[in-house]
C-alpha cells in the first residue's frame, strides 16, 4: 500500500503561482504510476490535471493545461510535484495526488488533498 501527503496548497491572486507537492511512502513505489486530480467547489467528480510514472521519464498532462502546468519528480526524495503557473480563479480546486500499479486501470492510493484558491 502507497500513502500520499499533499501540500503546498494555498491562497494567491490571479497571475500568481504555487507549486504542490505530493510525498509518497510505502513497502514499494519504483512500479507506480502518480497523477494529480482536482475538483472544482461544487462538483462530485474529481478531473485528471497530470500524471507521470514513478522514474519520472514518461508524463501527460491535460491539453486545456498545458503551458501553465507542470508535472515533475524526485524519486530520491519520493516525491512529485506539479507546477502551477499565471494561475486563474476556475482553477480554484482541491488538488489531489493518486497513484497506481503499472498497467493497471483504477487509482487504488489517494491523499487527504490540498486547497488551491485563486483570487481576483
Known amino acids: 500500500q502507497v500513502q500520499l501527503v499533499e501540500s503546498g496548497g494555498g491562497s494567491v491572486q490571479a497571475g500568481g503561482s504555487l507549486r504542490l507537492t505530493c510525498a509518497a511512502s510505502?513497502?514499494?513505489?519504483?512500479?507506480?504510476?502518480i497523477a494529480w486530480f482536482r475538483r472544482a467547489p461544487g462538483e462530485e467528480e474529481r478531473d485528471f490535471v497530470a500524471?507521470?510514472?514513478?522514474?519520472?521519464?514518461?508524463?501527460s498532462i491535460e491539453d486545456s493545461l498545458r503551458g501553465r502546468f507542470t508535472i515533475s519528480n524526485d524519486n530520491a526524495k519520493d516525491l512529485v510535484y506539479l507546477q502551477m503557473s499565471t494561475l486563474k480563479p476556475e482553477d480554484t480546486a482541491v488538488y489531489y495526488c493518486?497513484?497506481?500499479?503499472?498497467?493497471?486501470?483504477?487509482?487504488?492510493?489517494w491523499g487527504q488533498g490540498t486547497q488551491v484558491t485563486v483570487s481576483s
Open positions: 493518486a497513484s497506481k500499479k503499472n498497467g493497471a486501470t483504477d487509482f487504488d492510493s
Open positions: 510505502g513497502r514499494t513505489l519504483s512500479d507506480l504510476y
Open positions: 500524471s507521470i510514472d514513478w522514474s519520472g521519464r514518461w508524463s
